[in-house]
Every structure is written in structure tokens, then in C-alpha cells.
């Protein structure tokens, strides 16, 4: 290989090869040419003009015969008669010339192709290669795209193993602006995705991933394909977000629209054909397009850390444009199914499906109500889950139980939460017992007052008692509501009492108890108030309440200051029934063993001498 490169590198100069390429433009008795060219092009050790010089010959020989060129098939076909035939000779040649045509091309095209993908080719070498792939993409028959040229070329980006960031970024700034180049990709990615392997082992959408635990962060060839496919798809902008509907393959609309619609659509809807090119008509095949090729993509084996990032883009970068969102109810429900984080983050997409699109989900505060965990604390996405918490207890149609449950969980969870969470939490049953006036029994409840006369005379004759005060008295303190129960019908939450949320009275924060304090105040005055914003207090944390802390303006500073000079740490009156001895000079501490140790100023300075 190193000979034939000092070979090459020797036996042409630049003004040798340009003449090549003239040559070859020019007349068919230099046809011989083109190879010579094309391996000057895929020589990595050529220099990069006469790569370049090469590249813009071929391209220019090839662009006037590429309408003829079919890449399906190089082979003669059966009817073209053998040699020796009489007075068919010309035929044979011609036919012989037309396949070494399309095999020169196939192999043209292979070469523009590896060298756009490898990523030591020169970057400039990457650009030209890149724009000759697309340019020779557009120069179909009757203005149509050559779809069969652009689908190799993606195939390509997907199944290399290297980085395609320069590529895809390439086609996001020059290609993908074009309506035709996203339609042709939708259908290539969706074919891709199809027909890999590893997806069809399985049709059900979502959870696939966890199959195979080697595969979970996507370390193999299997999920650089997935990646890949990913990386492209999450780039292809919608038609709202493209500036506007230009057509690559053609410069008057109608020719290029022609790829979009089959022949038969004006046939059988019994319009006109310009109708049918009607922007319209063209935005909803591409709507279907993408949806197909989005829901292909879920079916495969998801990484773990691409799941994720899929789940917390999905609501806003796929659901708006497909043609029909709620086909993706299964992947989403699937993965609400899953717990965890995973469930978090797939609560939004399907909280669009329900409120948006009328998707009916009977479980979904069961498992809402399941997804209130301390964890939820440390969440990575914990400010959007409880936004759209609140969101979704905002209906007034909700049963009593059901948001008594909520609040009195959030309640429980505020005790062992860090302050920024006591401080959302109290924000949450502040808008819940305003929305729901049916739960306010929490606040005000007595031990008497916990249930009706008919539901405790129940309660007292299961426990085999027979006057109904005496049973409720000796319940005094006990809280009935079920903290381990995941459902919220059975977690007796219309019998308890938000007796944690006067707890928070006394945090430690004083920015917690402040705000409970507050907070009480409002729901005297209703009418005067109104609902807390969650996203004030969602993403709070430590930082944020000590940045708040240190800002703000303390009108009386408190000082170290005392009348006399204390004699202990804490006063006795801390401690009832213990008593400290403590004198000027000694301090005696009696402990279990017995044995009495004395130590003093004194006996500490006699201790130095000896020592010393």
C-alpha cells in the first residue's frame, strides 16, 4: 500500500490531474480516466488538492449521466443480446458501457461516503464529500430525489462506530432546512430501525432495556447503532420550527413535491394533482413520516442513560408534532409502570396524553401517590415532578380521600425532608386544602371528632366495645393513617390530621417555620389570598436558602451579649431533674463504672510538672 502511495504521489502533479479530469469530461476515449481519479480520491495518502481535483471531476462527469444510472442492480440485463450477434454488436457494447458506468458510480459513491464519515479525512475534504453526496442526491429523473443515494449515506452515519457529531451537524445547518431531505430521512431512520435485528425480538414499546443488563449503558455495537439513530432523529427540525418550506432536490416546488405523493393519491381522492401539492397535504405526510419513524425508534433496545434523556424530551420535542401522540401511550404507560426515576420523568408526556389528547389512564394517581418517596428529594428532576404534581391535584373533581391522602403523605415526608423540600411541601397542602375545602377537617380535628356517629359505633362494635367514647379515648395520640400503604382508597387519610404541619412550627429552619406561619394566615383570609407558585420553591435546596438568608435586611442584629458571665453551657432549667456540680476550680463527673475522676486546674498544672 505504501508503494502504490509514493507511486501516486510521484507519477501526478496538480496540472497532470486537472488534465485528467478534463480529459475525462471532455471524451469518451479517456474513460480510463475515471479510475485513475477515483483512486487518487480514496488514496489517504494523496494530497488534499488533487483529492479535491479528483472529487470535482468525477462529480462533474458523473452529474449530466446520473438520471441514467440505477444503483439496484449492476448486471446486464437478459435481453441484451451475446457477443457475435449479427448486426447487435453496438447494443452490446453500449450495454457493456452502461454497466461499467453504473459501477464506476456505485463505486464513486462508496468513496464520497467513507470519506465523509472517517473521521481522519481533512475537514474540508469531509465538507466537499458531504455536499457532492447531497448535490448528486438531487439530480433524479424529472427533478426527483435520489433517495436511493441518500439512503446509503445514512445507513453509513448510523453503523459507524466513530463520532458523527461533524456529519450531523453538517446536514442539521445545510440539508435539513429542506422539506424533502427530512421526509427521505424520516423513511430511512424508520427502515433502519425496522429492520434491525436485536428489535425484532421484541414489539412491546418501553422496559426493553432491562432484558439484558450488559447492554444498559449502551457500551456495544447495539447501542452505538441506537445512538446514532438518536442523535439524527432528535435533529431533524418539525415544519413549525423550519424558517421556511424549501425543497432541496429541485428549485420549483411541484418537481420535488412529485417524491412526496404517490401517483395514485389524486386518483383515488379525485383531486387535482396541483392540489395535491398542496403545503398542506405534504406537512401531514411528513407528521406520518416522523411518527413512524419515532415510534420504530422506541421499539429497540434503549440504553439506560439514553432512555432517560428520551423520556425528559419527549413531551416537548416529539409529542407537539406528530401526526397521532396518542400512539405513544404504550411506551409511556410502560414506563410509568417502571418506579423510580424513570417514572418521574415519564409523568410528563403522559400527563399531556390525558389532559390534552384524552387518553384514559385509571391508574394514575395510584401511581402518582407511589412515586411520593424521600428519594424524591434527590431527584435530578425533582422541580418539574412537583410543578406537575401540583398541576395534576388541581382539579376540583377529586375525591375527598384521594387529596387527603396526598396531603397527609407530603405531610408525613415533610418531617424527615431536607428544608427546601418542607418548604415546597408546605406549598403543596397550602393549594390543596385551598382547592378542596372538603379536607380542611384535617386541620381543626379533635380525637372526638375523627369520624361520624354511624362510622364509629362500627368501629366500636369490630373491636367489641360498647359505648363508643371509651374506645375513642383510649386511642388518644394514635394516628390512623397507613403511611406503607400504596393505595390511597385504603390509607385512611380522612381519619388522621395534619398534625406534622404544626410540627414544622418549630424547624430548625427558620425559614420553614416562617413560612407555616404565613401560610396560616392565608387560609383565615381566603379571599385575599391566593394559590403558592411551586416553581418558587421546586428547585430550592440548601444553597438557596442560605443565599436568602445571608440577603436579607435584619433590622435588629443579635449579639453575644450577657449581664453576667455564664457558668455553664446550658442553664439548668434546660434540664429538668438533673443536676450539675460544678465550682471555680474543679469539675466532678460520677460516672457508672464507680471509680470518681478529679480533675482540675490544680491537679492539671501538678500533672505538667511531673510530666515534665
Avoid at 474540508?124 to 436511493?148: N, P, Y
Avoid at 453576667?564 to 431533674?577: I, K, Q
Amino acid at each position: 500500500m505504501a508503494t502504490n502511495s509514493a507511486k501516486t504521489r510521484s507519477k501526478y502533479s496538480s496540472a497532470e490531474v486537472k488534465e485528467l479530469g478534463h480529459q475525462l469530461i471532455t471524451s469518451k476515449a479517456h474513460l480510463n480516466n475515471a479510475p485513475i481519479l477515483l483512486s487518487l480520491l480514496s488514496n489517504p495518502s494523496s494530497p488534499l488538492g488533487h483529492a479535491l481535483e479528483a472529487l470535482i471531476s468525477l462529480q462533474s462527469f458523473f452529474t449530466p449521466l446520473i438520471s441514467r444510472i440505477s444503483l439496484s442492480s449492476a448486471r446486464i440485463s437478459a435481453d441484451v443480446p451475446l457477443p457475435g450477434t449479427a448486426g447487435k454488436e453496438e447494443q452490446f457494447a453500449e450495454a457493456v458501457y452502461k454497466k461499467w458506468l453504473k459501477s464506476t458510480f456505485n463505486d464513486f459513491v462508496s468513496v464520497l461516503i467513507d470519506l465523509s464519515i472517517s473521521p481522519h479525512t481533512e475537514q474540508s475534504l469531509r465538507v466537499v464529500s458531504v455536499d457532492a453526496i447531497m448535490e448528486l442526491a438531487r439530480q433524479g429523473k424529472g427533478g426527483a430525489f435520489r433517495s436511493d443515494i441518500y439512503f446509503r449515506f445514512l445507513r453509513a452515519i448510523v453503523q459507524s462506530t466513530s463520532s458523527i457529531d461533524f456529519v450531523v451537524q453538517l446536514l442539521v445547518t445545510k440539508f435539513f432546512k429542506s422539506m424533502d431531505v427530512c421526509y427521505f430521512s424520516f423513511i430511512g431512520l424508520d427502515k433502519l430501525a425496522r429492520n434491525y435485528e436485536p428489535a425484532k425480538s421484541d414489539d412491546k414499546m418501553g422496559m426493553i432495556w432491562q432484558d439484558d443488563p450488559q447492554n444498559i449503558n449502551g457500551s456495544g455495537s447495539e447501542g452505538v447503532f441506537i445512538f446514532n439513530i438518536h442523535n439524527i432523529l432528535s435533529r431533524i427540525p418539525s415544519l413549525e420550527d423550519q424558517v421556511e418550506n424549501e425543497m432541496w432536490s429541485q428549485s420549483e416546488p411541484n418537481h420535488s413535491l412529485r417524491s412526496l405523493i404517490p401517483e395514485d393519491t389524486s386518483k383515488k381522492s379525485g383531486i387535482s394533482v396541483d392540489e395535491g401539492f398542496s403545503t398542506c397535504s405534504i406537512a401531514k405526510r411528513i407528521k406520518s413520516k416522523m411518527s413512524k419513524a419515532w415510534l420504530s425508534f422506541l421499539r429497540l433496545r434503549l440504553p439506560l442513560d439514553l432512555y432517560k434523556k428520551v423520556l425528559s424530551t419527549l413531551h416537548q420535542d416529539v409529542i407537539p408534532h406528530l401526526a397521532n401522540p396518542i400512539l405513544l401511550c404504550d411506551f409511556l404507560t410502560r414506563s410509568y409502570e417502571v418506579g423510580g426515576v424513570i417514572s418521574v420523568m415519564a409523568l410528563n408526556g403522559l400527563f399531556i396524553l390525558m389532559t390534552q389528547h384524552g387518553l384514559e389512564y385509571p391508574d394514575f394517581y395510584k401511581k402518582l401517590y407511589a412515586l411520593l418517596a424521600p428519594s424524591i428529594f434527590r431527584a435530578k428532576h425533582r422541580s418539574h415532578f412537583f410543578q406537575l404534581l401540583d398541576s395534576c391535584l388541581k382539579s376540583p373533581l377529586l375525591p375527598a380521600y384521594l387529596t387527603a391522602a396526598f396531603a397527609k403523605k407530603l405531610s408525613r415526608l415533610a418531617l424527615s425532608a431536607p428544608p427546601s423540600g418542607a418548604l415546597v411541601i408546605i406549598a403543596l397542602i397550602h393549594n390543596l386544602l385551598r382547592r378542596h375545602p372538603s379536607i380542611n377537617c384535617l386541620v381543626h380535628r379533635t380525637v372526638y371528632d375523627e369520624l361520624d356517629t354511624s362510622q364509629r359505633d362500627i368501629d366500636n362494635e369490630a373491636r367489641g366495645s360498647k359505648t363508643g367514647v371509651d374506645s375513642y379515648i383510649g386511642e388518644s395520640g394514635v394516628d390512623h393513617f397507613r403511611i406503607e400503604e400504596t393505595d390511597p382508597v385504603k390509607a385512611n387519610a380522612m381519619r388522621s390530621s395534619l398534625w406534622e404541619v404544626e410540627t414544622l412550627r418549630r424547624h430548625y429552619c427558620p425559614a420553614v417555620s416562617r413560612f407555616v406561619l404565613s401560610l396560616e394566615n392565608d387560609l383565615t383570609v381566603r379571599a385575599k389570598t391566593s394559590e403558592v407558585a411551586i416553581n418558587d420553591f421546586s428547585s430550592g435546596s440548601y444553597g438557596t436558602i442560605f443565599n436568602d438568608a445571608v440577603g436579607r435586611r435584619i433590622k435588629q442584629v443579635p449579639l453575644a451579649f450577657y449581664k453576667m458571665r455564664p457558668t455553664s453551657l446550658f442553664p439548668e432549667a434546660d434540664f429538668p431533674g438533673w443536676k450539675f456540680e460544678h465550682g471555680q476550680d474543679e469539675l466532678e463527673i460520677r460516672p457508672n463504672n464507680g471509680n470518681d475522676l478529679f480533675e482540675g486546674d490544680g491537679e492539671k498544672s501538678s500533672k505538667k510538672q511531673r510530666l515534665g
